[in-house]
């Protein structure tokens, strides 16, 4: 990693340790390969890259060889047996890597690309919300200036921390980049007392969104909260599978989604749960969890199918120094351009892979 990345709950990888992800191949029995990637942090949920590995060797790895690739309702019934949900989905950022290779898989022996898949429309480019993850003053307000100077249109901030030095950060933030979209987000760290004093403060200060500043499964105090401020509330870590989207609907607890593949068990959990936010007239914000090129593209993809406009969190290139991925592209302007091909259009080096594989 370039550098350290921290949320409310520790730090999710530093410069020093690297993050960890999980790369799964499923080859077709005519030799087609398909790719997928799960980016796990006990800091952000309870998976971590011992039971992402091992839940896929000894558990879905067994029901799934041997299946049809492209039978993908029977093949997430089987794996959604295997391994049970609880609050919400059971083991989705493991599930996610092997759902995004299936339909890499699918797109690559149908000569087709995500898009196509979907019947959507396809885009070269998606843009990025710049991303700022510090409490020291001048380097929020040195990274807000870069992001302003150098064509980001939206631009996302870390807290939950202390109410008010987050809202310094806030501040300085804003005086950098008046004219971006301002999304802040508190990654569960408030209770609805300070929740309430920071949206006040925000109201003031300019911010567009506010994401996830309660804990997961606090949706009546996510309600609480949208009745005592008019700043935009949206729920990220609280909004796991289309069901849970349901439910914050049923209890008005938010105004935007967050849609996140890795979160979500991949793209048929996202998709889903994207298109039923549409249809209730959630608002869709796009994220991801420094996913490498593999994952950024998957999420890309779907972002466009589902018509997310506003700049997306998919922060990997502002963190990663170097991914297995070999046709990366470049961030110019605030966008990134996409990889290109059948499936996710991704082409993997394994000399790569080797080279950072580590035995869990």
Request: aromatic share 6%; hydrophobic share 40%; glycine share 10%.
């Amino acid at each position: 990693m370039k550098q350290s990345f921290q949320i409310s709950g520790g730090t999710v990888g530093d410069s020093n340790q690297g993050a960890p992800h999980v790369y799964v191949k499923i080859v077709s029995e005519d030799g087609i390969e398909g790719w997928g990637e799960a980016r796990p942090s006990h800091r952000w949920s309870y998976e971590t890259i011992e039971t992402v590995v091992s839940t896929i060797q000894k558990y879905i790895k067994p029901v799934i060889i041997g299946k049809k690739a492209d039978d993908l309702s029977t093949i997430h019934e089987m794996i959604d047996k295997e391994i049970s949900s609880g609050y919400s989905k059971g083991q989705p950022i493991c599930k996610a890597a092997v759902d995004m290779a299936l339909y890499d898989l699918i797109g690559k022996s149908s000569n087709k690309a995500l898009s196509e898949i979907w019947l959507g429309k396809s885009k070269e480019h998606i843009d990025l919300s710049y991303l700022i993850s510090t409490r020291n003053l001048n380097e929020a307000a040195k990274k807000a200036k870069y992001a302003s100077e150098n064509g980001f249109k939206a631009i996302d901030v870390k807290i939950g921390f202390n109410v008010d030095l987050d809202m310094e950060v806030l501040e300085v933030v804003k005086a950098e980049a008046p004219t971006l979209f301002f999304r802040v987000d508190a990654n569960q760290g408030y209770t609805l007392p300070e929740a309430i004093k920071a949206a006040k403060k925000m109201e003031r200060i300019g911010v567009d969104v506010f994401e996830q500043p309660l804990k997961a499964n606090d949706l009546l105090g996510h309600r609480e909260l949208r009745r005592k401020t008019s700043l935009p509330i949206a729920l990220d870590e609280s909004i796991w599978s289309s069901s849970d989207v349901l439910q914050a609907i049923r209890l008005e607890a938010c105004d935007y989604a967050v849609i996140k593949l890795t979160k979500m068990g991949g793209i048929t959990g996202a998709k889903l749960a994207g298109e039923i936010a549409k249809e209730a007239s959630l608002g869709l914000l796009g994220g991801g969890l420094t996913e490498s090129t593999l994952g950024l593209t998957s999420s890309a993809h779907l972002f466009n199918y589902l018509g997310i406009n506003l700049p997306s969190d998919l922060n990997g290139p502002f963190f990663l120094e170097d991914d297995p991925i070999q046709n990366r592209g470049e961030i110019e302007r605030g966008s990134i351009l996409l990889p290109s091909g059948y499936g996710i259009g991704c082409e993997v080096d394994q000399k790569k892979l080797d080279a950072y594989k580590i035995q869990v």
